[in-house]
Each structure stands twice: as structure tokens, then as C-alpha cells.
């Protein structure tokens, strides 16, 4: 069973671009999650979709925002990018409610 | 709300040594416990975890960690140190059946292995 995909892997973006980074979950799996981690902060949550609705948000601006399709698949989106949104964001699916998360390789931004 | 704290950023262990990462955490409800580890541009693997069943907990490469109520604690053991467990492993928490998976991470530990 194919894991979870993250694209792309690596992205440079300038300050004041906007940024859209994709997740394509295990098959079968309904919940997809989106961490960011930096060396400074650590990992930090910014939200959870489920079958399309956002049943959860962190501690994070408005200008990140996701979505996810009726195929599970989810995006991220971040706009007017800041130096300090440089860090590498997770993906994770899982397949139901207090089942463990299964995390892609992430996508590392980096905005100059 | 709910926190994990880890101590020691960094630990060093010679190659066949114990491994002892430790994980202290802070929860109002019975929590769910998590151990992931970390390789170099990688995202996070599951190590094993702790959803109130057994309090010994086995995982993935010969780890194991230990729930302990009184103490708050969630200590990651492994026997014998081999050189490809040199990674960052994470200790995580949320809350049992809170319907929506929001895990609390603590900051890292970074695990050298010394041949």
C-alpha cells in the first residue's frame, strides 16, 4: 500500500508570494493533518480535515488555510509568505478517530 | 490543554548501550501516548503507542516504553543501542476520544549511537 505522498519536496518561494503544497493520503484514509516544523519551534498542528470539513485548527494566522477534496487528497495553502513560514510541513492520514497518523516526507519551503 | 516535555535535546549512547529517552506529560483527560522517530529528510514513523490497554508498551525495532500514571511519564527504552537508531524521536500526546486527531509534540530528542 502506497504511503503518504507529499508534493513537492522542496520549494523556494519569495516574501509576499503565496504557496499551495498537496497531500495525497493512504487509500482508505479519511483524515488528513498538517503540521509545520521549524528548528525553533518544533512541530506544531495547523489543522485536520475529514471527509472534506475542517474539524480542527492550531494556533495560525489566516493566511494558511487548507482544503480536502472528495478523494481525501488535501492541500495547504499559505499566502503572503513571511521568512518565518520557512519550515518543513507534514502531511499526515489516518484512517479513523484515535487511529494512529501515518506521515509523508513533508514539503520543505523555503522563502528568501 | 495538554503538554509534553523531553528532556535532554541531545543524548549520546555507545553502540550495545540502553537507550533511555524520557517523556513527561500533562493532560486532563486519560491521554494517548505516542513515540515517533525521525530520520534525516524524512517525515515521522510510528514506534509505537499507548492507547490505555497494557502500560508496557512494544514497538517497532526493539523499542518499548513504559506508562506510568503517577509519574506522568512515558519513558522510550531500548536494550541494546545499534547504530542505525540514530534519529530524532518525538514523544506526542491528545486526548482520548476527542473525535479529531490534534497530537501535542515535545520538542526532540536527537539520538547519537557511538561506535
Known amino acids: 500500500k502506497a504511503g503518504v505522498t507529499q508534493t513537492p519536496r522542496y520549494l523556494i518561494k519569495t516574501r509576499g508570494q503565496q504557496v499551495t503544497l498537496s497531500c495525497s493520503p493512504i487509500?482508505?484514509?479519511?483524515?488528513v493533518s498538517w503540521y509545520q516544523q521549524t528548528p525553533g519551534q518544533g512541530l506544531q498542528f495547523l489543522f485536520e480535515y475529514f471527509s472534506e470539513t475542517q474539524r480542527n485548527k492550531g494556533n495560525f494566522p489566516g493566511r494558511f488555510s487548507g482544503r480536502q477534496f472528495s478523494n481525501s487528497r488535501s492541500e495547504m495553502n499559505v499566502s503572503t509568505l513571511e521568512l518565518g513560514d520557512s519550515a518543513l510541513y507534514l502531511c499526515?492520514?489516518?484512517?479513523?478517530?484515535?487511529?494512529?497518523?501515518?506521515f509523508g516526507n513533508g514539503t520543505r519551503l523555503t522563502v528568501t | 490543554a495538554q503538554s509534553v516535555t523531553q528532556l535532554g535535546s541531545h543524548v549520546s549512547v555507545s553502540e550495545g548501550a540502553l537507550v533511555l529517552l524520557r517523556c513527561n506529560y500533562s493532560s486532563s483527560v486519560p491521554p494517548y501516548l505516542f513515540w515517533y522517530v525521525q530520520y534525516p529528510n524524512q517525515g515521522l514513523q510510528l514506534l509505537l503507542k499507548y492507547t490505555s490497554a497494557a502500560t508496557l508498551v512494544k514497538g517497532i525495532n526493539g523499542f518499548e516504553a513504559e506508562f506510568k500514571k503517577s509519574e506522568t511519564s512515558f519513558h522510550l527504552t531500548k536494550p541494546s543501542a545499534h547504530m542505525s537508531d540514530a534519529a530524532e524521536y518525538f514523544c506526542?500526546?491528545?486526548?482520548?476520544?476527542?473525535?479529531?486527531?490534534?497530537?501535542?509534540f515535545g520538542k526532540g530528542t536527537k539520538l547519537s549511537v557511538i561506535p
Open positions: 499526515a492520514s489516518s484512517l479513523a478517530s484515535d487511529s494512529p497518523l501515518h
Open positions: 487509500s482508505g484514509h479519511r483524515s
Open positions: 506526542a500526546v491528545t486526548q482520548s476520544g476527542a473525535g479529531s486527531y490534534q497530537l501535542t
